[in-house]
Structure formats: C-alpha cells, structure tokens
C-alpha cells in the first residue's frame, strides 16, 4: 500500500482546496512533473477530469497516466481510478459505459457483510480507461477487479463470466470461450478483466505472479503463443524472468477477441518492481528490459527520463471556506507499473503507468 507521508514534503503552499479533485491533482502533477512538455499534450485529459469531477465528492481521489515510449511524441492516455457504488452513473460526457449501474449492482465493497458465502466476487475497484484517438480522449473501457474472500468454490468463475457477459458480451460468450479457458487453466481467475467496449467486443484478461511456481506457469503459458511471435527470443526470455521473476512481480496481460473466440497475437508483460517508486531504475530491471524482453535503448531512455522528477509529494494547506481551520491536501505521483508488448507485427513496445493520488482533509480549530 502507498505510504503517502513518506513522500509528502511538508511546506506548505496557499492555494484553493475544495474536496479531493481529479483534475487538481492532474494539474499539479504536470506543472510538478512534466511542465516542460508540450503545449496541449495534456488538455483532453484534463477536460475529462473535470467531468469526473462532477460525478464524484470523496475526500481521496486517484488517476493515473499511461505513456507510450514508442510514441513518445503522443499524449498519454489517461485513467481514472473509482469504487463504482461512489461513483455517479449519470450518463453525460461518456465517462461511464451505458452498463455501469450494472457494475454497480454486482460489484461489493465488503465481503465479510455484502457476500453471502465465501468465494470470487467482483470488488468496487474500477479503473477506467480513455485511450488517445483521432478526435482526442475516448473512454476505452474499464478495468474491474476480480478478488476472493475465503475458498473458491466450483462454479465461482462461471458465475463472474456470466455477469461480465451481461454487462457487454453476447450470453455464453465468455463461458463457452476456449481461449478464456486456457488463461483460467494456466493461472486460475485473473486478477483483473479488462471491459474494452470502446473498442468493439474485446476482453483483456490479466494475472500475476508473486512465486516461482507462478512465474514458472507464465513461462510454460507463453511457449504456446511462441508460434505467433517468429521473431521472440522465448528461451532467453524464459531464463531471465526465472532468475529475476520475483524482482520484477510480472503479470500476463492477454488481449482476447470475444465474438470470435480469438486470442489476439502476442502478449503483453507488467513489471511490478517492488519498491520501486521512481528515480534511478535497478540495474536487474534495465538489465531485463534489454536483454530479456530486447526493448530498444531509445523507449528505455525515454522511460528513465520520465523516472527523473518521481517520485513526488506535497502538502497543500489553505484557510477553510468558513474560517475556522485549515483544509489540507496531499498531492502525490508515483511510478505504478511497466508493460512491454511483444506483437508480431513490431518491435517490443514499452509503455510506463505514473499514479497519482490526491487526499484532502478538514480540521476545526476550537
């Protein structure tokens, strides 16, 4: 969990506060962070999280940004980070899905008083995505997360699919899906399902692993799609994230075209390195990205020139509206995760997630 005081500097700095905001917290990651870069490459992210803004009033709020190092000319695309039974459903500015009170209604905040019996539920945490398009920032889908509570029980993952499947994929689809099997073979439930409905009827399904017994079925479950990569090294590739899996506390991330029960080609792999926050990289994650996962040295350096001004913390404190006590807001921006994408059709692809998470606070003087 994200200590927030270890990274806040304690000055304190006058400026309006008001309930955690999104589009605050974004503004002060860029002029902290990123205010060198290019006029506009942030503006459509902002516009959306002044929309979120209206659909939520919550004392702590979290949003991220996704940078495409291939692409480092291109604005990142922009995630917002929600329980889905805080998050208003009111349809304007297509920031929710037309199915989110169906997210609503089936997600569960606590276990141990909303489930019935133990077992997989689907939890109120909800990223959602905006992808860069032609026209700007489009809501690509959301990001639900699946968790357990006690033992799971037969049928658990059979009853997940079907209510994924109400949400936005024809009835049977993800149950009688052979490539969704497969994963679920291969690992067990994934730790997150990826809702792409901004992008057709596509599935993400992603899953890591923290053991060698884990890092070892992601070995043996990528030599089956080594085929439809001819030019991945999967023997070296195999041996590094062996020796450095539980450094680098990777996830397979996999791309599945539902209608057509078609796993796309390729894969993709997220680095957790733990601990890592920011700044220098470990010389075993630059190590692997170069000669594990053949990642060119110019995304690389533009990664490490992302990592310079991470990570970052504030406190911000102001006099409240009514005069009476200082509102107070801690601002931090954190490296989150790494994610290389191998495809067949180019180069491995590496792209860096940046967290920022804001929380505000109230005292009344006596």
């Known amino acids: 969990m994200l200590n927030i005081q270890n990274l806040i500097n304690h000055s304190k700095i006058a400026i309006p ?78 920031i929710v899905p037309e199915w989110w ?12 008083t909303d489930l019935q019996h133990s077992g997989l539920y689907l939890a109120c945490e ?58 679920y073979l291969a690992f067990g439930f994934p730790t997150q399902i990826g809702i792409m409905s901004g992008r057709g009827q596509y599935l993400k399904l992603m899953k890591q692993h923290l053991t060698p017994e884990q890092i070892g079925a992601h070995s043996d479950y990528i030599s089956r799609l080594w085929p439809m990569l001819p030019h991945f090294d999967f023997r070296n590739y195999s041996q590094r994230i062996r020796d450095a899996g539980q450094l680098l506390r990777p996830a397979t991330s996999v791309d599945i075209d539902i209608v057509n029960d078609r796993l ?24 692997f ?10 995304q690389i350096d533009d990664f490490f020139c992302l990592m310079k001004s991470l990570p970052k913390g504030v406190e911000v404190s102001s006099l409240n509206s009514v005069g009476t006590g200082l509102d107070q807001s801690a601002y931090v921006a954190k490296f989150n995760h790494l994610k290389v994408v191998f495809s067949p059709d180019s180069a ?9 998470v804001s929380i505000h606070s109230k005292s009344e003087e006596s």
């Open 264 to 287: 796309l080609p390729g894969f993709g792999l997220e680095i957790h390195p733990a601990g890592y926050l920011g700044g220098p990289t470990p010389e075993y994650l630059h190590s």
């Open 101 to 112: 009170p169906k997210v609503q209604k089936a997600c569960i905040t606590s276990p141990e």
């Open 17 to 94: 506060t008001g309930l955690a905001s999104y589009a605050q917290l974004a503004e002060w990651y860029i002029d902290q962070c990123d205010k060198d870069s290019k006029a506009h490459k942030y503006d459509k992210a902002i516009g959306v999280a002044r929309a979120c803004d209206k659909l939520h009033s919550e004392p702590e709020v979290t949003c991220g940004f996704e940078y495409h190092h291939s692409r480092k000319e291109a604005p990142p695309d922009f995630l917002i980070y929600c329980n889905a039974n805080r998050f208003s459903s009111q349809q304007s500015s297509g």
């Open 126 to 183: 909800n990223w959602i995505e905006f992808d860069q398009g032609s026209n700007g920032l489009f809501m690509a889908g959301i990001w639900q997360m699946v968790a357990q509570h006690g033992l799971e029980k037969p049928h658990d993952w059979l009853k997940i699919c079907s209510t994924i499947e109400d949400w936005n994929y024809p009835p049977g689809s993800l149950a009688s899906s052979t490539s969704v099997a497969e994963f």
């Open 289 to 298: 990205l170069t000669d594990g996962c053949h990642v060119d040295i110019a």
């Open 348 to 356: 491995p692809r590496l792209k860096t997630y940046v967290r920022l």
